[in-house]
């Protein structure tokens, strides 16, 4: 606004020169037509269109009419000539110079937005190379939890590395893993608890229903993320004992769930990674299940489910040490089947297998979990008893031969029944001299005397429990 005004200002001088020129000499009308040419050309170049062609017209109708009053009219026709002249190469030039200037403007423009939008697609190739970067180093942390599963042959392995790796770099409050029993009837064979540098064996379901979720599991087969919204869809969770969100990942392999992994209180983002983990999670559990009957079937017999010989001296080695660094009694059975060779004769070996897969069920229901059971030979059996004084045996062996003599056996269509002599020897009482470096003699000094009892049962009348030096 200030601009134009100061325009028209101008050209009301140049209209106000241009009427005095008539009334003044020569050198003065020369002067005054020179200032409003001067103010013509400021108009021309720095007004709008209008206002430059109004001073143009305007200069040359007072040029026309100066004509009459001049008496030099050639000289001022070729000073006007000169004047638009100059005006026109004035115009020109200062439109050439205003067009490279508006050109280079442009360019430059047009360069700052280039190298804005160049900047634009460097930060996001940028932002995008720290994403690559980002999601590599997870892939490589991956990876790595990957490869240390891979080196894992036990749940308590699985556990050190959920509860010292996994815990710092995907953060969560607790977790479960329930590892399922085989089989058509899911149920749990174990189940962990664990936590930050903790991982136990529970038997606590902890907010869950246990039965409902292997159930519900069984039917979908699909993970679930449960929050305080979608709680109420699932009657299996006990929403006000539980860490949200909680997600639930199956363990599936060929089509079954041989476990359950549970997370409470982990980040969203992690979610994804958490079900590559759980992937992984059940190729090493079905490794370590695979480990475990392979290891199984090595250490136990095929037919009867207890120790086979070599195992069962290996930790009859270990327990004799553990009696003599803690002063523990300790008794050991020798077990055998009166008159098994006539039996099988009689009834057949098919039968005869069962019969002894029986006995064997019968001695693990009449011991305890921690003690030792093995087939020593073909009908003979060895048992161990940690922490159990000679009294202690007698009551234990005495409880095997009853539960064997009131078995009635349903084999095929024969009903038989058997009895079982079992002799005992028992430490510290059966071993003679001194014991502190010899544990493996002494195993098998303490299997000789109880074979010995044995024996003496047998000469004695069968179906009876006779112990080392006591021939009654």
């Known amino acids: 606004m200030i601009k134009k005004q100061m325009v028209f200002i101008a050209l009301i001088g140049m209209m106000c020169l241009l009427c005095l020129t008539p009334f003044f000499d020569t050198v003065l009308f020369l002067s005054l037509n020179s200032a409003a040419f001067l103010l ?25 009419i100066n004509i009459n009053f001049l008496s030099l009219k050639i000289l001022y026709i070729i000073y006007v000539c000169a004047a638009l002249f100059a005006v026109l190469l004035l115009y020109y030039y200062h439109t050439l110079c205003r067009r490279q200037i508006s050109e280079s403007h442009d360019r430059k423009l047009q360069a700052q937005k280039d190298r804005n939008e160049l900047e634009y697609q460097c930060k996001v190739k940028e932002e995008s190379l720290k ?20 080196e894992c042959i036990s749940f308590n392995e699985i556990g050190k590395i959920l509860t010292d790796k996994i815990f710092y ?17 899911k149920s749990v064979f174990k189940m962990y608890r664990f936590s930050e540098q903790i991982w136990e064996e529970t038997l606590d379901e902890g907010g869950y229903n246990i039965e409902k979720l292997i159930l519900f599991l069984d039917r979908n087969k699909k993970m679930l993320e449960i929050t305080h919204k979608s709680v109420k869809s699932f009657d299996f969770i006990d929403q006000n004992t539980v860490e949200f969100p909680v997600w639930i990942f199956p363990c599936i392999i060929q089509e079954k769930i041989i476990s359950i992994f549970i997370l409470e209180g982990g980040n ?56 003599i660094k803690n002063n523990f009694s300790l008794s050991v059975l020798m077990l055998d089947i009166d008159h098994f060779k006539m039996y099988n004769d009689t009834f057949g070996h098919l039968v005869g297998d069962v019969t002894l897969r029986e006995v064997a069920k019968i001695i693990k229901e009449n011991v305890r979990k921690v003690d030792l059971i093995s087939r020593y030979g073909g009908e003979e059996f060895a048992i161990v008893l940690p922490e159990t004084n000679k009294q202690g045996g007698v009551e234990a062996a005495e409880r095997i031969r009853s539960a064997v003599a009131q078995r009635k056996f349903r084999v095929y269509d024969e009903e038989t029944k058997v009895t079982v002599s079992i002799g005992l020897a028992s430490f510290p009482e059966d071993v003679i001299g001194t014991y502190d470096e010899m544990q493996f003699e002494l195993a098998l000094e303490l299997l000789q005397k109880a074979d010995q009892s044995l024996y003496n049962a047998k000469e004695t009348g069968r179906d009876k429990v006779v112990s080392y030096n006591n021939k009654a």
């Not at 079905?286 to 017999?301: A, G, W």
């Not at 086979?308 to 009859?316: A, C």
């Open 40 to 64: 013509m050309t400021v108009i021309v170049l720095k007004a709008n269109s209008f206002y430059a062609f109004a001073a143009f017209i305007l200069f040359l109708i007072s040029s026309v």
């Open 131 to 150: 994403g690559l970067y980002k999601k590599g180093d997870e892939i490589f942390k991956l990876f790595e939890v990957a490869k240390e599963f891979n």
């Open 169 to 185: 770099d995907l953060p969560f409050k607790s977790g479960k893993l329930i590892i399922l029993e085989g089989g058509k009837k």
């Open 268 to 323: 969203k983002e992690d979610f994804s990674k958490f079900f590559i983990i759980t992937s992984q999670l059940a190729l090493q559990i079905k490794k370590i299940n695979l480990y475990n009957t392979v290891k199984e079937l090595s250490i136990t017999d095929g037919l009867t489910g207890v120790f086979v010989r070599r195992h069962f001296l290996e930790r009859f080695n270990e327990e004799i040490k553990r009696s």
